[in-house]
């Protein structure tokens, strides 16, 4: 019997050239592309598992295939000087922002506010903060979400698969446990190019992370 994915993004389904190119490329080295239209003007979509520097690159041909225009936090140093100056400007061609972790309070509440003032927006976060091992997700996004009542999209990079994803959204109630373990049943079974560096679907206590968790 014949199954028809709904959700999986082919050339006949996008718009321009540019998107059809980015299909290409992707199906080219092996991957596709799964996508359910975002479900309101604004929200955070959480990028998970983030374990390697190929999940940029096959994000960005993601973006591109989409035609959507997301935007996604950096550090400053890479918006700053000589770096700026070059990577920095491609960074912003593709939606990225400065941020600076190393600031007081305020991160979060000024993305928020950034976020509710825009006609369109949607922002990308890792919440892993690292390609590395942590042992847990940073909070920034659920805060976001919360002060802002935004829906929270789910994209994962599924490197056994050769899938990457953004069909699930939710909505954060404030119960943490509740929320959390929502989302690890969504992102369960899906695995990026090192398993071993993901951090488990959980949130580190906002006594000890304070607010520079975004």
């Not at 389904?13 to 596709?32: C, D, M, Y």
């Not at 943490?176 to 071993?196: C, N, Q, R, W, Y």
Request: proline share 4%; net charge neutral.
């Amino acid at each position: 019997m014949l199954v028809i994915d709904d959700d999986l993004l082919t050339a006949d389904r996008v718009k321009t050239s540019s998107q059809r190119l980015a299909l290409w490329v992707l199906k080219l080295i092996g991957w596709r592309l799964r996508f359910k239209d975002l479900p309101a003007a604004r929200g955070i979509i959480v990028v998970y598992p983030h374990t390697s520097n190929w999940d940029f690159f096959i994000g960005v041909l993601a973006k591109w295939a989409l035609g959507l225009q997301l935007h996604f936090i950096a550090k400053s140093s890479l918006f700053e000087g000589m770096t700026g100056a070059t990577i920095g400007r491609f960074l912003r061609y593709l939606g990225g922002e400065p941020v600076r972790r190393d600031t007081s309070a305020g991160v979060t509440q000024r993305l928020a506010a950034t976020i509710q003032a825009a006609d369109h927006y949607w922002l990308a976060i890792t919440p892993e903060g690292t390609r590395s091992y942590r042992p847990h997700w940073r909070s920034g996004f659920y805060h976001i979400a919360l002060a802002a009542n935004l829906p929270v999209g789910c994209a994962y990079f599924d490197f056994a698969r050769k899938e990457i994803a953004l069909v699930d959204y939710v909505t954060m109630t404030g119960d943490t446990e509740v929320d959390m373990a929502h989302l690890g049943s969504i992102f369960a079974g899906h695995f990026g190019k090192h398993p071993e560096l993901a951090a488990p679907v959980m949130l580190k206590s906002d006594h000890a992370e304070g607010d520079k968790s975004a």
